[in-house]
């Protein structure tokens, strides 16, 4: 493991739930540290290291902060063992500790309470913690023991549970040295859950299960290492096992999803309604509502094939590579007043194209890794005008495509991670040869244009040592680079290996998020051991498709939208209603942007009129977020100077509600006379058929009974003006949650 | 995470007034502890609302509030030092307005940061931390929730108005960053000096009657069907749009919310005090909305990054844009509102000691100046001091974080207060919550 230091530029993420032991941490220790050891050597990363993350000395709000606390500083979370041994021996003018009397030591007599101390009182002078400090500087505060053994592992036992409403169960955390020892660190390591109320963990490995249904992931931390305890907590009741047997099963999505649900004893839903799978398609692969006559066409078709007729038609559609590139501008394009105009509409349309002629994933992840040529050119080259540090590409590239986050390990050893400076630096050393020609970056305009290629100089140093670093991938193997050739060939050759777990877990998961409304990790790109997949079995079949598929985007969507997971109702059943994560049911989403404004152009019949784009273009369509629409904008697209990847908020806000209520534009369209309120009006369809109309062109459904009836009174009113009524239940419609969402 | 005390149920734990408490709930209640041990209000804690004006580009702190007459001619500039209504105080010459006024406002001259780029310096002085990651100088970047929506998030809506405007655009950082959306500022982008401005959405569409309106209303009552899942555990998005959809009603019907935003409706000669141009607009329509109970609105003036030909640019901007200030000041101050309303003048930094060639001053955080009026701030009061060249921060060297806890302290909202990403993840609403102890009245 490599021992990092800190740089002053590091977040300041305020790591982990430190806090909580800063109040209550005197109390007992039921198994003190073994009494023989008053006379063995103490060592200080082995045993000195464990009582200050115990006591959370060095956690990000106390002094493993940027500046420390009050003068005082150690490593985030003791990666570094020579600085923290330095700040508590020698920094200060070693006035920190007193070797004639070892019990007046600043270290001990603030967290004992003896002196005033921010953090608090946090041991008594009979904690474990407190003898080891006083013995250790008795010893004379050694920095280190000869032949004390690595520390190679820690381990949890046992690795998983399932719970009753409120048991506990106690967590041995063991620690496996080297020289083949090992130690019980149970009372030394800290404990984090990913979901308190669903299992709670104290500083004692002692977990506690809530009465919410669910798994929590709890991390043992010592020592740098960690280890992952999964608690399963399923609903009291039980189900017979004949009920899971019955589920329907169209494919192995549906296996997986039921044997998560199993197991906690959790039911399905009822499928959806034939009008609700309708909707949802459309939505998810063309990213718009089937007009009333599509819609009309699947209401009425009998033949048992036809939910997948209507998926293999709607991926055939050129709408579909619209509609997912849209999404992956997000992720790659850059702000046009950084790199220029003509280079962002380039690499739009390199992303597009890809779409268009549905490029395996791995191929348009190479081609983009790879890239080399004029930015007036190739749109892929963009990716390195817009980046142009090894650095930034190293965190943008791992994030995106591996859903690797890396931004911690630039500064410091990431903290519910592996990785630390030197994986940091050894992977952004593949970028490390990429050679610039032409004109750079001339912010606001950067109008002209670069050249990409692969340079025979360029390296990447860590910033502390000043080693130049070699490139080496993340985790697992990589080809070696050939002599004269870039190692971005060998980076995309590992990247995309189907060997490589991460990648196409990384985009199976993104595809299940759009399509499911939740991802099996989220957020989307923080593939970690630390957070893990609600249904990791789930994820391991997407991602295994997936590469058997040939990286085929278009056959997971089709994996996906087929299987009976997918069609299932949102309506909650009694026991279901608490899940929301398992995909017992499905999820309510807020339509994307794009999507509204695109429906609402097809509803009302009048397109809108963008800048710099052709006339009946749709949003889906933009190039750039820096196309002026107040829509769009009121709905959440990433802000035009944003920095890629983006991810949009899907949460509702007060401003677009008042916006689909009051805004001009969208008043316009309703009212306009060239619009379908109008047309409708002016045609010989009777009150009914309008009605019909409206209800299949904004919900994908037939009215009901009662809605007909509600609805064609109001044309029957006394003056009741025939367009009016039409333009204002248009609005009515178009104002309600079942337009607004995908349910 | 089923108790997330975001979106709705945080919006609701803020109507019960119990925000702090059930924040807390989602996870271990140790945090509560650490929670309460920060306990929040201050005697001073009496600002009901929040006008702060960021001058976006970094202002120059010597040819403002910091003059510097003793520096050599490459340093000190053109302007000349112009003494106020405090004895020993001196501005620069071009704010003789608020020279006049200073005995109603605040002056720290000893905020020092490292965060030389606009990206990066909005991002501190906006949310009083540090942005975690280097960012370049064009940068919006978001770590942290910024003040206006912080408080939007403690206070909630008033008189159906939202609780945080930007005008006329959002400033770099000013988003809610992990709040949540609906925190993020209700952004009035038109120029309320021009004859035609009205702020969009919040009023019907033009050609709408009111009575059109209400059957539509009636209608979309009668037509949603869509079926709601009220237990909450069940974290049904289309919950939220229900109260959004009442919050709207109410703004439209709601006759203090659109007199607010009629800035027409003004008294002329009132307009002509604040000055005919956007800013004096803004300016106005700031105090009025401070007036219908909206607790933050920012003003984003943009060019203030004046790395080239500084003097004759400031000598032409500076006379308005202080007019419109000290008017401000002067008028919540006649309406007995001073004492109520909070107002804060900086940008991301101050700018270079050394005249650079093209007679311009580049970016410089390790001095500038902040100006605070109202909510108890002391009137006549300078806190800390440059030294005599302008370089740097010397005399009760100050933080961003310092600024602002007292902001925040001010607003009534506690800057110790521990705060939860949607990811559980803690973090301090303000690392080092030490209000400026001058400035707490």
């Known amino acids: 493991m490599n021992v990092i230091r800190l740089t002053p530029a590091c977040c300041l993420l305020i790591f982990l739930v430190v806090g909580i032991v800063l109040s209550d941490c005197a109390n007992g220790f039921t198994e003190p540290i073994k009494k023989t050891s008053d006379e063995k050597p103490i060592d200080f990363e082995r045993d000195i290291q464990p009582v200050l993350s115990r006591f959370a000395c060095n956690s990000g709000p106390c002094h493993g902060k940027q500046r420390g606390q009050n003068g005082f500083q150690l490593s985030l979370l003791g990666f570094d063992s020579n600085f923290d041994h330095d700040a508590m021996v020698k920094q200060s003018r070693g006035r920190r500790i007193f070797f004639t009397r070892p019990e007046a030591s600043l270290i001990l007599a603030k967290p004992a309470g003896d002196l005033p101390h921010g953090g608090g009182v946090l041991f008594t002078q009979s904690d474990p913690g407190y003898h080891l400090l006083l013995r250790w500087i008795k010893q004379g505060a050694p920095r280190s023991q000869p032949g004390t053994p690595q520390l190679e592992r820690v381990t949890v036992d046992p690795q998983a549970k399932i719970f009753q409403h409120n048991e506990t169960a106690s967590l041995k955390v063991t620690a496996y040295y080297a020289d083949g020892s090992t130690r019980d660190v149970t009372n030394w390591a800290t404990y984090q859950s990913n979901e308190s109320p669903i299992a709670a963990v104290n500083e004692h490995g002692k977990v506690t299960a809530g009465t919410i249904t669910g798994e929590a992931a709890i991390m043992a931390r010592y020592s740098g290492h960690f280890a992952i305890f999964t608690a ?18 169209n494919n192995e999505i549906d296996d997986r999803v039921w044997e998560t649900l199993k197991k906690l004893r959790l039911r399905a839903s009822d499928p959806a309604t034939d009008h609700k799978f309708l909707r949802r398609v459309y939505i998810d692969i063309i990213g718009r509502l089937p007009t009333s006559d599509e819609a009309r066409e699947f209401l009425k078709d009998v033949s048992p094939q036809k939910r997948e007729h209507l998926v293999d038609k709607l991926l055939a559609d050129p709408e579909y590579a619209e509609h997912w590139a849209n999404k992956w501008a997000d992720l790659l394009r850059p702000n046009p007043y950084h790199v220029g105009i003509k280079t962002t509409l380039n690499y739009d349309r390199w992303i597009r194209g890809a779409f268009r002629k549905n490029q395996p994933y791995d191929e348009f992840v190479y081609d983009l890794i790879t890239a080399n040529g004029s930015t007036f050119r190739e749109g892929n080259v963009t990716l390195y005008r817009d980046r142009r540090k090894p650095d930034e590409l190293a965190t943008i590239v791992s994030q995106v495509f591996l859903g690797v986050r890396l931004e911690c390990a630039k500064c410091h050893h990431h903290p519910f991670e592996v990785y630390g400076q030197d994986d940091f630096y050894s992977f952004a050393a593949y970028f490390a040869k990429i050679g610039r020609k032409g004109t750079g970056i001339s912010a606001p305009i950067s109008g002209s244009e670069e ?9 990447v140093k860590h910033p502390l040592t000043k080693a130049v670093m070699q490139p080496r991938p993340l985790y697992g193997e990589a080809e070696e680079i050939k002599p004269e050739t870039d190692p971005r060939v060998a980076l995309a050759q590992w990247m995309t290996s189907p060997k490589n777990h991460y990648f196409a877990q990384t985009m199976a998961n993104r595809i299940w998020k759009d399509l499911m409304g939740h991802g099996l990790v989220e957020p989307v790109d923080d593939l970690r051991a630390t957070n893990p997949p609600t249904n990791a079995a789930l994820l391991n079949t997407l991602a295994e498709y997936f590469v058997r598929e040939k990286f085929d985007v278009k056959k997971v969507i089709k994996f996906i939208t087929l299987s009976h997971a997918y069609s299932l109702s949102s309506i909650p059943n009694d026991n279901n209603k ?24 097809q509803i009302t019949g009048v397109p809108e009129s963008f800048t710099a784009m052709a006339p009946h273009s749709r949003a889906k369509e933009l190039w750039t977020h820096r196309i002026s629409s107040l829509f769009l904008d009121a709905y959440a697209r990433p802000d035009p100077n944003q920095d890629p990847p983006c991810e949009r908020i899907s949460e509702p806000t007060v401003v677009q509600t008042l916006h689909l209520m009051n805004s001009q534009q969208l008043a316009q369209k309703i009212t306009s006379d060239k619009g379908r309120a109008a047309e409708l009006t002016k045609s010989d369809a009777t009150a009914s058929k309008i009605i019909e109309e409206l209800y299949l062109s904004i919900y994908a459904r037939y009215p009901t009974k009662k809605e007909i009836k509600v609805t064609t009174d109001l044309f029957k009113k006394e003056g009741a003006d025939r367009r009016k009524i039409t333009e204002d239940i248009m609005w009515a419609l178009l104002n309600t949650p079942e337009f607004v969402y995908k349910d | 995470m089923f108790q997330n005390c975001d979106g709705i149920t945080r919006r609701s734990c803020l109507q019960f007034g119990m925000g702090a408490a059930l924040g807390a709930g989602l996870s271990d209640l140790m945090k509560l502890k650490v929670e309460a041990s920060t306990s929040p209000s201050h005697p001073s804690a009496r600002a009901k609302s929040c006008i702060l004006i960021w001058l976006d580009g970094g202002p120059t702190h010597y040819e403002t509030f910091d003059p510097k007459p003793d520096a050599p001619q490459e340093i000190r500039g053109e302007f000349y030092p112009i003494a106020t209504k405090t004895p020993g105080v001196h501005f620069s010459e071009h704010l003789k307005r608020l020279a006049s006024i200073s005995d109603k406002i605040a002056v720290i001259r000893s905020i020092k940061h490292n965060q030389g780029n606009h990206g990066a310096g909005n991002h501190y002085m906006m949310t009083g931390a540090p942005p975690r990651i280097p960012v370049g100088c064009g940068a919006f970047v978001s770590f942290h929730p910024s003040l206006g929506a912080m408080t939007a998030n403690e206070r909630g809506h008033q008189n159906g108005l939202p609780a945080y405007f930007s005008m006329p655009s959002m400033t770099r ?10 925190y993020a500022p209700f952004v009035v982008p038109g120029d309320p000096n021009s004859s035609s401005f009205r702020v969009r959405d919040v009023a019907l569409p033009k050609g709408l009657e009111q009575k059109r309106f209400d059957s539509r209303k009636e209608m979309r009552a009668a037509l949603d069907q869509l079926p709601r899942f009220r237990d909450k555990a069940s974290g049904d998005p289309v919950m939220v749009i229900d ?13 203090k919310a659109q007199k ?3 800035v027409q409706a003004e008294d002329d000669k009132v307009r002509d005090q604040y000055g005919r141009n956007s800013f004096g607009q803004r300016a106005l329509l700031a105090r009025r909305l401070v007036e219908a109970g909206v607790p933050f609105i920012t003003l984003n003036e943009a060019g203030w990054d004046h790395h080239g030909n500084l003097f004759p640019a400031l000598k032409k901007r500076l006379p308005t844009f202080e007019n419109t200030i000290a008017t401000l000041i002067e008028d919540l101050d006649e309406r007995g509102m001073l004492d109520e309303t909070l107002v804060v003048v900086l ?3 101050g700018r270079t000691p050394k005249i650079n060639k093209g007679g311009g001053r580049d970016h410089w955080s390790n001095a500038m100046s902040v100006m605070m009026a109202g909510a108890g701030t002391p009137g006549g009061t300078v806190v800390g001091a440059t030294d005599r060249q302008g370089y740097s921060a010397v005399e009760r060297v100050l933080s961003p974080e310092n600024f602002a806890s007292t902001v925040y302290l001010k607003l009534g909202i506690n800057p110790g207060k521990i705060i939860y990403t949607p990811q559980g993840r803690p973090a301090h609403l303000v690392s080092d919550h030490t209000p400026i102890s001058e400035l707490m009245g």
């Open chain 2, 173 to 182: 950082s000013g988003g809610p960053s992990f709040l949540g959306a609906q």
């Open chain 2, 243 to 255: 109260q959004y959809y009442q919050q709207s009603y109410d703004l439209i019907a709601s006759p």
């Open chain 1, 232 to 249: 399963s907590v399923p609903l009291t009741k039980k189900v017979p096992a004949e009920y899971y047997a019955n589920l329907p099963r």
């Open chain 1, 578 to 601: 608490i899940d929301t994560r398992y995909f017992s049911r499905h999820y309510r989403q807020r339509l994307r942007g794009e999507v509204l404004l695109d429906s609402i152009c």
């Open chain 2, 347 to 349: 940008g991301e930094f």
């Open chain 1, 451 to 459: 050249f990409i290629f692969t340079s025979d100089k360029g390296s």
């Open chain 2, 260 to 262: 607010a935003f009629q």
